[in-house]
């Protein structure tokens, strides 16, 4: 069956122009890039220029301001940034000696002022815990004895973290100005649910992206594009401030055509439209919506790579052949599900990760450990040679099918003992799969047991 995928080759053109929103673009380790437009009114020489908003991560010296057209020289003389925002805890340490009143509301619901002199404010930059002690009648108290009433924010405060600048033009006139920064506290991550009936190899793909905002800022009206690969980055991002376990609010958007193209050595995803991310939000997108994917069910004994017990593995290949893959996926997690046929409800059968993909790629999941399928491994023999130029081994797996319908067991054994073997004895055809392990494909009955050997030999020489 034609797949809908939602993934196609195009994007909107990753410089932000005049536009009314700010523009992202996230990446998978945690950090974004904010593009936004500043009207700017300035006369010739030096210029105080103050832009609030920005977020609380950000990387100060990562700011780019200029004329994205390119008509007009902007010099950023001084830069300082602020995050101290107005709070009452930080008003209460900017009044720590003075006396304020404090609003209180008594049982009967009326409203009175008592006066109190700050020792203490209790709020720390640090953002540590402390208790206030405020002196009211000559006696300590150490709480609040009510609501604070400042008489001004003072000159100094500010409401949100701040970025101000001394800029230097030639000459007098208004621009609609670039303001590029980095910023942590923004991520993304691609999931993907594979939905398939009982019996058969074939699977529904159902894609999302999933961003996520603990910048401390809201971006309203905004164009998100999301970059997939691993960029290189030298200074760790900051760790979000606030509670670290506070649950972020959830919303979903409607499917929607999300864009893909290569991006240097990367791949950048375009979200359809513009959208509102408030902050300690985690918004999410279908991206692929895929139906009639071959995806074979594997059962493959390796006991380097699964463990002790035979595993069940999904293999599909991301070829547009292949359902209308073909596009890169980026990394994610991969949730599978099995239709109950008695009742049609899915089921939850096991999940995993798979890495950034490319097209035309093999892709192979591992969803867990066969219940059904017995498997014993024993070394048999071992000797070397007297003049110890040689050495051979001897190795026996047993396999027992108790399912109701026949099974292809894939027995992956690896041959790491000297690069020079040869097999001298194996009890069924084996495939040399590389230089270093063989693979025998075994067929097995409802309810029978077959016993794989063979005999390795190793030469020194």
Known sequence: MKTHLLLAAALVAASLSLA???????????????RETIPLELQAGSNHFNFSGVTTQVEPDSVVLRDAAGKVTLRILEQSYRADAASQGLLLAMNEGKQLEFLVTDQDKKEHTVKGRVIRSGHRADGAASTPIVEVDGKLR???????????????????PTLSWQLLVEKTGKLDAELG??????????????IAPEKGDQVDIVGWVTVSNRTGK??????????????????PVPPPS????????????????VTEKAFDEFHLYSLPRNVTL?????????????????????????QQKYGEKVATVREFKNTKENGGLGLPLPKGRTRFYRQDSADGRLEFVGENTIDHTAKNEKVRIYTGDVFDIAVERKATDSQMSNRNDFREEAFEVTLRNRKADSVEVRVVEHL?????????????????????TI??????????EKKITYHVRYDWK
């Open 416 to 436: 790491h003992r000297w690069p020079n073997w040869k097999l001298v004895q194996q009890s069924d055809p084996s495939e040399k799969t590389d230089a270093h």
């Open 181 to 194: 920064y980095i910023t942590g506290g923004m991520s993304w991550q691609a999931a993907y649910n594979f």
């Open 242 to 257: 606030g509670d670290p376990f506070a649950a972020p609010v959830m919303r979903t958007m409607a499917a929607a055509e």
């Open 439 to 448: 693979e025998f494909r075994v067929q097995l009955q409802p309810d029978e």
């Open 20 to 34: 009314a929103g700010p523009a992202l673009t996230i990446y998978n380790q945690d950090f974004a890039v904010v």
């Open 278 to 302: 408030y902050d300690q939000e985690t918004k999410q997108v279908e991206f692929l919506r895929a139906s009639g994917v071959t995806a074979p069910q594997l059962y493959i004994f390796d």
């Open 218 to 235: 809201t971006f309203t009206d905004a164009s998100i594009k999301l970059m997939a690969g691993d960029v290189n980055r030298i200074q």
């Open 142 to 160: 150490f709480s609040l004895p009510g609501q604070p009433i400042f008489p001004s924010l003072g000159d100094d405060a500010i409401l949100q």
